[in-house]
């Protein structure tokens, strides 16, 4: 993946098509929720470091809880070449504003997530379980809370 916002578009697509493909219906709160999470990650990795991203989707193959297994979550990963850890940022009080909110997203929406030195750059990685919120969690989420 190249170093340009327009890839955020490609990334969203490439998972949809993977989560299809696996039989996830794209409806299901939890492939929107993966969606937005993959922008956010993605963006993250191309705005804030400049540099190209890898963008992984680690599916589980079997064992949810349908199948008498524990539920096992979707991992996400964005790997790029940028030593800098991911640090939250907060938008500040402005409601209108267009950035700060990623990895807030990502928390909330993600049962887990977290980082690591990976080679020369980083590894953003998080989990989602397949009975996660819905992606749409804006009317639900107290702005002001997170600006503090």
Not at 16 to 30: K, Y
Not at 47 to 55: F, K, N, Q
Not at 110 to 134: N, T
């Amino acid at each position: 993946m190249q170093a340009d916002p327009a890839e955020v578009g490609r990334a969203r697509r490439w998972v949809r098509s993977r989560l299809l493909n696996h039989g996830v219906d794209p409806d299901a709160p939890m492939a929107e929720t993966v969606v937005l999470v993959v922008s956010e990650l993605v963006t993250n990795a191309v705005v804030h470091t400049g540099c190209p991203a890898v963008l992984r989707l680690c599916l589980p193959m079997t064992g949810g809880p349908a199948e008498g297994g524990p539920a096992v979550p979707l991992r996400v990963e964005v790997a790029d070449a940028s030593e800098t850890a991911p640090a939250p940022r907060h938008a500040g009080a402005d409601e209108d504003a267009t950035n700060g909110r990623g990895l807030e997203l990502v928390e909330l929406l993600c049962e887990r997530w977290g980082w690591y030195p990976d080679g020369s750059g980083k590894r953003v990685w998080c989990e989602i379980g397949a009975d996660a919120r819905p992606a749409d969690p804006l009317a639900d989420v107290d702005w002001a809370a997170l600006a503090q």
